[in-house]
């Protein structure tokens, strides 16, 4: 069904050995077409015998690693790296090691944080890490520690770019590392029940206050009267609450970052919907984010061709083939990339696809070395 795409010519340049791209290649078109990271899944859509095919798969995971494969989609030109964490719900999962209990104290489940870089409205994601209540009890270690060892692995690439965060990040802890190793930061303010405390340079509380269709701006605060911030409000006319950031930067610019961040929760419902995240069944923890990895290179692969097909078939902000005029088109808006390429007909000629999946692996390869612009 995704012969087109090339899927193996992506591979070839993610993995430096050609036996692996080979393997990688097979399990990634196949998941596209599964849908599911499931291994029973992906066996079925793989050429030859299902039990052969998910022995094929375990022998892969066992010699490979994707985790390290998938840094290498770090986009070096993004002007900001986007962290969101979010629960994946395994409710028949009693037995297995690395599932605790979710948000709501009853749920099975473990939470996935994420990383990834802006694409055209969307993300791209480049780096993760998975943890759940019993992993933290078993590894005495915390949830603090386990978003600080996310951040580590692509700390070296952050330079000057923010980190942009939303509202399960703005705790003390984390602001006290960000400031102390010098990184910027974007974060949205939890303003629930008990909201963060703000002092100013004399040590005085400063209270945030905004009313609809207002913006308020308050430099040089000191957040629980530790860390200095910035911070900007907006309350748009017709939303409930307003949005509260806090960062290290110029305060106009993050509110700009985070109101340009957003897109990131589309990034999360492609995954469950499309492609089946919450599906995830590996026995171990090792196993599973190997499994995640694939997946978030499938959904890579995905949203990069499929955002060419929405340009070729509804138009955009790019030009279409043949085009000397940009075009617009509510069903461009309407879909995502990743929607159109596994749920609609897609009705180009084999000579027009060729040419967009050419384009596409140019890309693709400009962005794995690391000299391709993103497109926030």
Request: overall charge positive; hydrophobic content about 40%.
């Amino acid at each position: 069904m995704y012969e087109f795409i090339r899927i193996m010519e992506f591979a070839r340049g993610l993995f430096d050995q050609e036996e692996q791209a080979e393997k990688a290649g097979e399990i990634i078109q196949a998941i596209l077409e599964a849908r599911s990271p499931r291994l029973t899944d992906i066996s079925q859509r793989m050429s030859g015998k299902a039990p052969a095919n998910y022995k094929r798969i375990q022998r892969f995971l066992d010699q490979t690693d994707p985790r390290a494969v998938l840094i290498r989609l770090f986009e070096e030109e993004a002007p900001f790296v986007i962290g969101d964490p979010t629960e994946i719900p395994r409710p028949q999962a009693y037995k297995t090691p690395y599932v605790g209990t979710l948000r709501d104290g009853q749920t099975k489940g473990f939470w996935l944080l994420l990383l990834a870089t802006p694409f055209r409205g969307r993300a791209l994601p480049c780096s993760f890490v998975t943890y759940s209540s019993r992993t933290i009890a078993d590894q005495a270690t915390s949830r603090n520690f386990e978003h600080d060892r996310a951040f580590r692995r692509v700390k070296e690439l952050l330079g000057d770019r923010p980190l942009v965060l939303d509202r399960e990040f703005s705790y003390l802890g984390l602001l006290e590392k960000l400031h102390y190793e010098q990184i910027n930061f974007v974060i949205r303010l939890n303003m629930g029940s008990r909201p963060p405390t703000f002092t100013n340079a004399e040590g005085e509380r400063v209270e945030l206050v905004i009313w609809p269709g207002q913006r308020a701006v308050y430099h040089q605060l000191h957040y629980r009267g530790e860390v200095p911030v910035n911070v900007i409000g907006m309350w748009r006319q017709g939303f409930k609450r307003p949005l509260w950031v806090m960062t290290n930067l110029d305060p106009e610019r993050g509110l700009q970052i985070y109101r340009a961040r957003m897109k990131i929760d589309e990034c999360f419902r492609d995954l469950k919907s499309l492609l089946g995240l919450h599906k995830i069944m590996n026995k171990s923890q090792h196993n599973m984010e190997k499994m995640v990895a694939l997946l978030l290179i499938a959904y890579a692969i995905g949203l990069l061709v499929g955002e060419s097909l929405r340009d070729e078939m509804y138009g955009g902000p790019q030009l279409a083939s043949g085009s000397s005029q940009p075009r617009t088109s509510k069903r461009w808006k309407l879909y995502s990339g990743l929607f159109i390429l596994i749920k609609q007909k897609i009705w180009l000629s084999k000579a027009v696809l060729d040419r967009l999946i050419t384009t596409v692996l140019n890309t693709f390869t400009c962005l794995v070395r690391g000299d391709v612009r993103s497109y926030v």
